[in-house]
Nanobody, 127 residues
Framework: QVQLVESGGGLVQAGGSLRLSCAASGRTFRRYAMAWFRQAPGKEREVGGAISWTGGSTYYLDSVKGRFTISRDNAKNSLYLKMNSLKPEDTAAYYC????????????????????WGQGTQVTVSS
């Protein structure tokens, strides 16, 4: 049983930073690309960032490029999202997600159904 557990959300002022973490268990983490999605109230869920199974390649939503950094530690079965220069429009529930198939190209993570989701962590940025 694959489990994804996020942590690190909270309330921060505009311009501040947060670091989200996702602890994965239940299968060989290093074989799977991973992604962070986010969903704001009244809006569709979107992929904020994705990372290849090795960690060597990443993808970002245009609106977060240069501000967010996705990373992973395969030895710790963990995924991270460092968010800098946060804006009120970054306010959303953030979800860690994983595909069902190993070696899924990370660039496709926003276009295919994810098999596993965390429970989400709320990020609120005040102006």
């Amino acid at each position: 049983q694959v489990q994804l557990v996020e942590s690190g959300g909270g309330l921060v002022q505009a311009g501040g930073s947060l670091r989200l973490s996702c602890a994965a268990s239940g299968r060989t983490f290093r074989r799977y690309a991973m992604a962070w999605f986010r969903q704001a109230p009244g809006k569709e869920r979107e992929v904020g960032g994705a990372i290849s199974w090795t960690g060597g390649s990443t993808y970002y939503l245009d609106s977060v490029k240069g501000r967010f950094t996705i990373s992973r530690d395969n030895a710790k079965n963990s995924l991270y999202l460092k968010m800098n220069s946060l804006k009120p429009e970054d306010t959303a529930a953030y979800y860690c997600a994983a595909p069902g198939s190993a070696y899924t190209p990370h660039q496709t993570m926003g276009t295919i159904p994810m098999a596993y989701w965390g429970q989400g962590t709320q990020v609120t940025v005040s102006s």
